[in-house]
């Protein structure tokens, strides 16, 4: 079974604290993403990577960076964080996999983040 | 970024009734739309996609119905089960210069009520 696998489910940290927050894939997929989830805003993309040391900024990149070392790999930096990165964040890959030919987004679980 | 948003934030069904979840969108340019199922403590789950060409696709229970001409998508669950209870998102698919972009809805929680 195809799996992107998030290392933390929870983590509490306080302000200003370096955060990492790592994604595996296991699919051999060139394209990774990292989503916030925020109730009401739905999943708004942060950054995304279509190739090892390759990456893009999304809509909301402010605060945070990213790192895409090695293909399967593909890490979520908070430099200092704040309470207003308090959020569900989400790991995806996606690969062409919908029937009517769409590329279709495999997530993880989420990592739950509460910065005090 | 491009607009994608759905009209009910809630929706209760009976089980065994069908459900109706609606999205409306507003990139004409989309190639792809896709719902995605997510269940508590777990990520969004792939369902349907249908592509831009298309008005009707039908999977195993759901259907999905595209109307070009007013922008709305919308996800039909038929007889409706208590697993069926998940928060429910439209995504519009488009290929770029870039490669891949997805921008997805606020999503809308299914309750079943047994």
């Known amino acids: 079974d195809v799996k992107v696998t998030q290392s933390s489910r929870y983590l509490v940290k306080r302000t200003g604290e370096k955060v990492f927050l790592e994604c595996v894939q296991d699919?051999?997929?060139?394209?990774m993403f990292w989503y916030r989830q925020d109730p009401g805003l739905g999943l708004r993309l942060i950054y995304f990577?279509?190739?090892?040391?390759?990456?893009e900024k999304g809509d909301i990149p402010e605060g945070y960076s990213v790192s895409r070392e090695k293909k399967e790999r593909f890490s979520l930096i908070l430099e200092s964080a704040s309470t207003n990165q308090t959020s569900m964040y989400l790991c995806?890959?996606?690969?062409?996999?919908?029937?009517?030919?769409?590329?279709?987004?495999?997530f993880g679980a989420g990592s739950r983040l509460t910065v005090l | 970024g491009e607009s994608v948003g759905l009209h009910l934030p809630t929706l209760s069904v009976q089980e065994g009734d069908n459900s109706i979840i609606n999205c409306a969108y507003s990139?004409?340019?989309?190639?792809?739309f896709i719902w995605y199922k997510q269940e508590s403590g777990k990520g969004p789950q792939f369902i349907i996609d249908?592509?831009?060409?298309?008005d009707k696709r039908q999977g195993q229970r759901v259907t999905v119905l595209l109307n070009k001409t007013v922008k709305h998508l919308s996800l039909q669950i038929a007889a409706t089960q208590p697993g069926d209870s998940a928060v429910y998102f439209c995504?519009?698919?488009?290929?770029?210069?870039?490669?891949?972009?997805?921008?997805f809805g606020t999503g809308t929680s299914l309750t079943v009520i047994p």
């Open positions: 990577s279509y190739d090892v040391k390759m990456k």
């Open positions: 995504a519009e698919n488009s290929r770029s210069y870039t490669g891949n972009q997805f921008y």
């Open positions: 995806a890959s996606s690969s062409p996999g919908g029937d009517s030919g769409a590329n279709v987004l495999t």
């Open positions: 990139n004409s340019a989309s190639d792809y």
């Open positions: 249908i592509r831009s060409n298309m």
């Open positions: 699919m051999d997929h060139e394209n």
